[in-house]
């Protein structure tokens, strides 16, 4: 790997060693089983993974592209904090909000039948659904709205802005707990984004 990338070597012993035994662990193309996994903690890994999506390795982007997705696929969320687990280890790592942005999404059908298929900037597809829900958190301050899908496992993806704006357009109103809500619909489920006496 080239210093002109800026991109940190990554030793042996530290995050790549996590990646090996990742890569090991994982079978067929399928997600490692690291729900079935519970091995010791080994301590923080200077990891980071920014809003934007970015993994950083000790204050340098991650440049290999492969590597990220391996390490996506090893990540896991328990009481609050995310991990990097393999068989034999598990290390803590930095999550500035979700661990995945969603980049892109498909949508098929319309009103009550319409279903999105968002795919995120690790590769991973998911349908908005009852498994995978959207929920949309509003700044308290400015209203801004931050749109997330879930992906697996209590793992989330931010939509991105462009998405979000293309998500608008698929938008409809419906009554959701008792209020008009304008929201989106998919997988047979309505999922509210804004309350429709907020809309001008």
């Given at each position: 790997m080239s210093t002109e990338d800026n991109v940190t070597p990554l030793p042996l012993s530290g995050a790549e060693g996590i990646a090996a035994a990742a890569q090991a662990a994982?079978?067929?193309?399928k997600l490692p089983p690291v729900h079935l996994?519970?091995?010791?903690f080994c301590g923080d890994l200077d990891m980071?993974?920014?809003?934007?999506?970015?993994?950083?390795?000790?204050?340098?982007?991650?440049?290999?592209?492969?590597?990220?997705r391996l390490f996506s696929t090893i990540l896991k969320?328990?009481?609050?904090?995310?991990?990097?687990?393999?068989?034999?280890?598990?290390?803590?790592?930095?999550?500035?909000?979700?661990?995945?942005?969603?980049?892109?999404?498909t949508a098929e059908g319309s009103g009550r039948d319409q279903q999105l298929t968002f795919q995120t900037?690790?590769?991973?597809?998911?349908?908005?659904?009852?498994?995978?829900?959207?929920?949309?958190?509003?700044?308290?301050?400015?209203?801004?709205?931050?749109?997330?899908?879930?992906?697996?496992?209590?793992?989330?993806?931010?939509?991105?802005?462009?998405?979000?704006?293309?998500?608008?357009?698929?938008?409809?109103?419906?009554d959701h707990e008792g209020a008009r809500w304008f929201g989106l619909w998919s997988g047979g489920m309505f999922f509210p984004v804004i309350p429709s006496a907020e809309l001008p």
């Open positions: 994982a079978k067929g193309g996994w519970n091995p010791p980071r993974i920014r809003r934007d999506g970015t993994w950083f390795y000790q204050g340098t982007p991650i440049g290999r592209p492969q590597l990220v969320l328990e009481d609050g904090k995310y991990y990097l687990v393999t068989p034999v280890e598990k290390v803590g790592i930095t999550v500035d909000d979700a661990p995945f942005v969603a980049v892109d999404f900037n690790v590769g991973d597809h998911a349908i908005a659904g009852p498994d995978h829900p959207i929920r949309v958190v509003r700044d308290a301050e400015t209203g801004e709205p931050s749109p997330y899908v879930m992906i697996r496992a209590g793992l989330e993806a931010l939509i991105d802005r462009k998405s979000f704006y293309r998500l608008v357009d698929l938008g409809a109103h419906a």
